[in-house]
């Protein structure tokens, strides 16, 4: 028999509230309504389709303060994150939110009604206290941190709220089950004792032993339980994933294991997240839990510490588990025994035996280069996948990003840096001036800081998509403001390398080099918000290479980025 629901029942809105489905679909098209957010989807997602139980809607300040405080509902019942759903001022006076109204709740990505809530409170939350208490410490470095502070509004709205429909997906389908229907699987196959495994990482040939140990050492199956929401910035994404876990679920011995895909946005909160994702477990009827080392850690603060211990959140699942009914697994860790071809706990290791291993930075760093990955450490299939989606630098596409002032010969470099690697050969290079971008894209746009800023996102929108699908790709606008060359790096480096060039022409051979006279014209007044006159140029404090064609050739330059590029392996093995 699978587990007990959190709360003794399985809150499936969606069932509930299909008798009334036409009418709730209809009241919709009636009433004010608010698009989600990414992660606030994620978490509807999970309350209607009874993950979240014993929730039935977004936290109301009283929910809100005990779980902040005391990892508790207010009626007592074990809840250890935060489920808000945040609006801004802005929110509020457009859609004159108050208590008792009812709102619609839309998906972003097609505008459809997802469920109605009906509003109980609106309230201001102490965001720091959140900060400390949830995720235990108010630091930046923490990505949720980071997202409470940044990205998170400044009022959240509690309230129950009634499901219209779940979220469409497009996207492996087939593993997208909802607790009543994994539940329904169990049963089926008569699964009485199952293992949930938790991962936001492609699996290798360890962590199949693990979980096969695990599930044989209690006399159960598996789940492979991944997160395909949000993760952690940085992650591998949850396609490349999937492909990986459907590789690896046919290595198990048959009718072991399972694959089933879990919407959830992580709060990389640690103790509070891994007590979390026990309870979102049991909801889908796992009896028993695998908890790693620092499970849902998001790393290191910014004194370079790690946030959590390695075992904190083993600590917390464990001293909640007779509440929550669900067995803890630890994480045990296995090596590779080279001379027996097998992985043994290692703790079991003998004295004096040979062992093998693979760091997650050196198996990055061979994805990078195209370098081995041992078939002990990686199932063929799964190497062939990771490589496919993660090419090798040479395969890579990259961005070379010019900026300096107006006649700094920039654009000189640029196109000879174009003719340069078309010789090399290998992927298409694309060359875009800041002239083009203007023509092309920003025509109506003028010279603010705001507008110059938005021509700058464009640029780093279209070289990143570039990048993205293999190209080189090479920029030379003026771009004079560091926050804007920063947010085009970021953008880029999703996909590919960025190499910033700061052309450090001074500016008085920039205006004997300017045969155009429009650094006179604006010294005249003529023309105004002109960078290097009126209006600042920021110098690059983090570019890759600094050039002055006043001091060195237009060949000397191009042949310094080349051999820049050459280093990080855009050419070949590193």
């Known amino acids: 028999m699978a587990n007990t629901p959190h709360g003794g029942i399985l809150k499936d809105l969606i069932v509930r509230d299909q008798p009334i489905h036409q009418q709730l679909l209809q009241e919709s098209s009636t009433i004010q309504s608010i698009v989600l957010t990414e992660r606030q989807l994620c978490d509807l997602e999970l309350i209607i389709s009874g993950g979240f139980s014993p929730l039935e ?54 505008d459809n009604p997802i469920a109605i809530l009906t509003v109980q409170d609106i309230y201001r939350p102490d965001k720091v206290k959140e900060a400390v208490q949830v995720f235990g410490d108010d630091d930046l470095a923490h990505p949720a941190v980071k997202y409470l502070h940044q990205s998170v509004k400044e009022f959240y709205v509690g309230g129950n709220v009634q499901a219209i429909q779940a979220p469409v997906h ?27 495994f938790q991962t936001r990482n492609p699996m290798h040939r360890a962590h199949r032993e693990l979980t096969v140990r695990a599930a044989r050492s209690r006399q159960a199956n598996v ?55 026990a309870i979102i477990r049991k909801n889908h009827g796992n009896t028993h839990f695998i908890i790693g080392r620092d499970h849902a850690g998001p790393g290191k ?103 300096g002032y107006h006649a700094s010969k920039k654009e000189h470099i640029a196109r000879a840096l174009q003719v340069s690697l078309n010789q090399q050969g290998g992927r298409s290079i694309s060359l875009l001036l800041g002239e083009t ?21 464009r640029l780093g929108f279209v070289a990143a998509e570039l990048t993205k699908a293999g190209a080189g790709v090479i920029v030379a606008p003026i771009a004079p403001y560091e926050d804007a060359r920063k947010q085009a ?62 001091t060195e050739s237009v060949a000397q330059i191009v042949r310094r980025i080349v051999l820049l590029l050459d280093q990080q392996g855009y050419f070949g093995d590193v």
């Not at 497009?170 to 949930?196: C, G, H, M, S």
């Not at 591998?236 to 959830?264: K, Q």
């Open 223 to 277: 789940l492979i339980n991944p997160v395909v929401g949000l993760t952690k910035p940085g992650d591998i994404d949850h396609f490349t994933r999937v492909r990986v876990y459907e590789a690896i679920i046919r290595r198990y011995p048959t009718g072991m294991a399972a694959l089933s895909l879990l919407p959830l946005a992580m709060r990389m909160a640690g103790p509070r997240e891994a007590l979390w994702h």
């Open 57 to 110: 809607g977004f936290l109301n300040q009283k929910d809100y303060d005990n779980v902040v405080d005391n990892l508790r509902l207010a009626n007592g019942t074990l809840w250890s994150i935060p489920i808000n759903l945040d609006v801004s001022q802005e929110d509020i006076d457009r859609i004159s939110l108050k208590p008792d109204q009812r709102i619609a709740l839309r998906d972003p990505r097609n």
């Open 170 to 196: 497009y996207d492996y389908v087939a593993y997208r089950n909802t607790p009543a229907e994994i539940r329904a699987y169990f049963q089926k196959l008569n699964w009485t004792r199952v293992v949930a």
């Open 437 to 457: 971008i203007r023509g092309k894209l920003s025509s109506e746009l003028g010279f603010s800081k705001r507008e110059r800023d938005i021509n700058i996102n």
């Open 489 to 550: 790096r970021q953008e880029v480096e999703k996909s590919g390398g960025f190499f910033l060039v700061h052309v450090a022409t001074p500016l008085e051979q920039c205006i004997a080099w300017d045969r155009d006279g429009v650094y006179e014209r604006a010294k005249k007044g003529e023309i105004t918000g002109f960078t290097g006159i009126d209006d600042p140029y920021e110098a690059p404090k983090n570019a890759e290479l600094v050039v002055d064609p006043s």
């Open 301 to 403: 603060n910014s004194a370079g510490k790690d946030f959590y211990g390695p075992y904190d959140a083993q600590y917390l699942v464990e001293k909640y588990k007779d509440e929550i009914d669900i067995e803890v697994v630890p994480f045990q860790q296995v090596t590779y025994l080279p001379d027996s071809d097998e992985y043994v706990p290692s703790d079991e290791v003998p004295a004096g035996a040979k062992t093998l291993d693979i760091s997650g930075t050196e198996l990055r760093r061979r994805l990078r280069t195209g370098a081995h990955i041992p078939e002990w450490f990686s199932y063929p299939e799964v190497v062939a996948l990771l490589r496919e989606s993660h090419p090798p630098r040479s395969k890579q596409g990259f961005t070379v990003f010019l900026t």
